[in-house]
């Protein structure tokens, strides 16, 4: 099926670094989003993304996150600067409609130390 | 507050028997539950869908029972196999939302008893 790719799978970054977490969607997909999964809890919703904007984004996304997806290429998290509190595993997914079927990448573990 | 909850945390289940994995929410806005397998390594898989309009939808030997008096849903497993072993995420989600964002539970972990 559908695969969307997720660059690194792992990353381990000092506090107060910056980290770009890195996704390849699915290719006629226009809908893009990111979760967050802390260990041992629930995934919850950061961000979503369609036509170069962010159209919703929920109270977990600081305003230290960013996301783009510059000319068709990677869509990108990232977090400037990173916190403690930010080691958790982030998926990306992505959908062809916004009701449509999300598909996600296998995650990005980052710790910050 | 838990919006979706799971139940058990962890459920092993001899080859061949079904099994019953628990969901509840708290919002009876949501509209739509969708449920995800994911193995380890992998991220997580649409398995099986259903729209609060409906009671039971089944594909296979999956199976959702959904009541929405009690908002209460469960995802049955019939015969189940090695190959179904894996975490299930119950998901909820809130109609006419321009964006495809998801409530998730916590996860029930499965496998078979070898």
């Known amino acids: 099926g559908p695969k969307v790719l997720q660059i690194p799978s792992h990353q381990i970054i000092d506090m107060g670094q910056m980290v770009t977490l890195n996704c390849d969607p699915v290719?006629?997909?226009?809908?893009f989003y990111w979760y967050k999964q802390i260990l041992g809890q629930q995934m919850e919703f950061l961000v979503n993304?369609?036509?170069?904007?962010?159209?919703?984004k929920s109270k977990l996304f600081k305003d230290q996150f960013s996301v783009e997806r510059p000319d068709g290429s990677y869509f990108t998290l990232k977090i400037q600067p990173t916190a403690l509190e930010d080691s958790a595993v982030y998926f990306c997914?992505?959908?062809?409609?916004?009701?449509?079927?999300?598909?996600f990448g296998a995650g990005t573990r980052l710790s910050v130390l | 507050q838990q919006q979706v909850r799971q139940s058990p945390q962890s459920l092993t289940v001899w080859e061949g028997e079904t099994a019953i994995l628990n969901c509840s929410y708290e919002?009876?806005?949501?509209?739509?539950f969708p449920w995800y397998q994911q193995f380890p390594g992998e991220g997580p898989a649409l398995l099986i869908s259903?729209?609060?309009?409906?009671d039971k939808k089944e594909d296979g030997r999956f199976t959702i029972f959904f009541n929405k008096r009690e908002k209460k849903l469960s995802l049955h497993i019939a015969d189940s196999q090695p190959g179904d072993s894996a975490t299930y995420f119950c998901?909820?989600?809130?109609?006419?939302?321009?964006?495809?964002?998801?409530?998730f539970g916590k996860g029930t972990k499965f496998s078979l008893i070898p």
């Open positions: 997914a992505s959908s062809l409609d916004p009701r449509d079927t999300l598909y």
């Open positions: 290719s006629n997909h226009l809908y």
């Open positions: 993304f369609y036509n170069g904007k962010v159209m919703e």
């Open positions: 919002n009876s806005a949501f509209d739509y």
């Open positions: 259903i729209l609060s309009v409906s």
């Open positions: 998901a909820a989600q809130l109609p006419g939302t321009g964006s495809n964002r998801l409530t």
